[in-house]
């Protein structure tokens, strides 16, 4: 195993330059390092002005998503020594505006979340908080899949239906939308109905299914929306049946 792999690291600083450049970086090759800490040894030790997200190294945050040697993944959890013996390509994420470097502008997604209302939500007014709501384990593992996305952006990156269509809910939005119309607890499915069930929701999903791939937390965003497809048809065409 090589003592070091060069990192190629996509910078790009909007108040001085046009266009991203590439710059390449040495950092030692440990076996128990991640694209992450060679990230985090650039900027304590070589280059202090190179940007990038990160905040749990744990998989759990999905704050340091970027792309790395083409292919949208948490930089915490994807080792050098996959790579080696380099060079390692790390670019912000595909499909979002770059801020700075690394960093990429989520403001689409985070006014797109509301809209398929991520909470639980009751027909039934006053008490609610004074009422403990029974689920069984089959109820539970109904939606249990769908709970795990953790926002890393990384299905949007992946998409190749968000690249080209920015008005797309993306995958997932529409996969938490789900979390929450098979919870046995929510009465919210029918008022989500008008937000998925468009050209802009599910419809404009043509199943490449590149999201699922892609998703570091196996919640199968692409089996979500063809799952949903087929309740949108249905109360579409049964109109008694949206509630």
């Not at 330059?17 to 040894?41: C, F, H, I, K």
């Amino acid at each position: 195993m090589p003592d070091m792999i060069t990192l190629q690291v996509t910078r790009y600083r909007p108040e001085s330059e046009s266009a991203p450049t590439v710059q390449d970086y040495e950092v030692p090759m440990r076996e128990e390092w991640a694209v992450l800490d060679g990230l985090n040894y650039v900027k304590d030790h070589l280059d202090g002005t190179l940007s990038f997200r990160w905040s749990c190294r744990m998989g759990i945050c999905g704050s340091c998503g970027m792309t790395v040697n083409g292919d949208p993944a948490l930089t915490c959890g994807t080792f050098l020594t996959d790579y080696a013996p380099g060079p390692v390509r790390v670019e912000p994420l595909a499909n979002f505006p770059v801020i700075r470097d690394l960093v990429v502008e989520i403001d689409d997604f985070l006014h797109k979340l509301p809209e398929v209302k991520p909470w639980l939500v009751r027909d039934d007014d006053g008490g609610v908080a004074d009422v403990e709501f029974l689920q069984t384990p089959e109820q539970l593992d109904a939606y249990k899949q769908y709970s795990m996305c953790i926002n890393c952006m990384l299905c949007y990156s992946a998409c190749p239906v968000y690249g080209i269509e920015p008005d797309f809910l993306g995958p997932a939005a529409i996969a938490l939308a789900q979390r929450y119309n098979l919870d046995s607890r929510d009465q919210g499915a029918h008022q989500r109905l008008d937000v998925l069930a468009t050209d802009a929701g599910v419809w404009a999903c043509t199943y490449v299914g590149e999201c699922t791939r892609a998703c570091p937390k196996g919640v199968d965003p692409a089996g979500a929306i063809q799952r949903y497809k087929l309740t949108a048809a249905a109360r579409t065409l049964l109109p008694w049946s949206r509630r």
